[in-house]
């Protein structure tokens, strides 16, 4: 089956302790993206990837980290969490840049 | 600046209505336009794009979207709405000159009356 998964999906922690949200797609897509969601905000873009090793920065990577060694994975990187970090992120990939998108089911984190 | 504006924060009609949300953006050229619609408690899935061509583009679940350039509009439309559709909508927009980037609205939370 087609898909995004995303690790963990629930995840409580404390300001400053490194973690890392793990994305993984099976349809051999070139392009990810990281996205965070918070009421009223709609989706924010993160970071970016079209292809292994080739990242970019979305509208909000402040505090954020990823890496793209390999095509199928694509991991998001909270080096020191804080707590305006908590929210609900989305992993997406797609074939091309303009394309369909399709979405893993999210990762809820609350940085206390 | 915001790219994407969805001016219905909430939007409430009865089963069986029509329904119609809006969408805005900004950006000279054409855009490339999407819709996307979350679930409670779900990913997002999408529903209708638009790239090029024929102004009126047919989704999945009976909507459609129409792309007007004279208005930088591109309205979602159903019909009749059922019960399922109560969900929070999405317009996105990705520009040609930034392809990797993808501007998400604020979303349109639709509740649906028996």
């Known amino acids: 089956e087609a898909q995004v998964t995303q690790n963990p999906r629930y995840l ?19 392009y ?20 292994v090793e080739v990242t970019d920065k979305g509208d909000v990577p402040e505090g954020y980290k990823v890496s793209r060694k390999e095509k199928r994975n694509f991991p998001l990187i909270l080096e020191s969490p804080s707590p305006n970090q908590t929210s609900l992120y989305f992993c997406a990939s797609s074939s091309a840049l303009v394309e369909t998108q399709y979405f893993g089911p999210g990762t809820r984190l609350l940085v206390l | ?25 900004s950006y000279g050229a054409t855009p490339y336009l999407f819709w996307y619609v979350q679930s409670p408690g779900q990913g997002l899935q999408l529903l209708l ?5 024929d102004t009126l583009v047919q989704g999945i679940k009976g909507f459609e979207a129409e792309f007007k350039r004279s208005q930088s509009s591109f309205n979602l439309r159903k019909p009749s709405v059922h019960w399922s559709d109560a969900a929070e909508y999405f317009c996105a927009v990705a520009r040609g000159s930034t392809l990797g980037r993808l501007y998400f609205g604020r979303g349109t939370q639709l509740t649906v009356w028996p």
């Open chain 1, 12 to 30: 409580i922690t404390v300001t400053g302790k490194k973690l890392t949200v793990t994305c993984s797609q099976n349809m051999n897509h070139e």
């Open chain 1, 32 to 51: 990810m993206s990281w996205y965070r969601q918070d009421p009223g905000l709609g989706l924010r873009q993160i970071y970016y990837s079209m292809n």
């Open chain 2, 1 to 25: 600046a915001q790219s994407v504006t969805q001016p219905d924060i909430h939007i409430t009609v009865s089963e069986g209505a029509s329904l119609e949300l809006r969408c805005n953006y």
């Open chain 2, 49 to 53: 794009k638009y790239f090029s061509g």
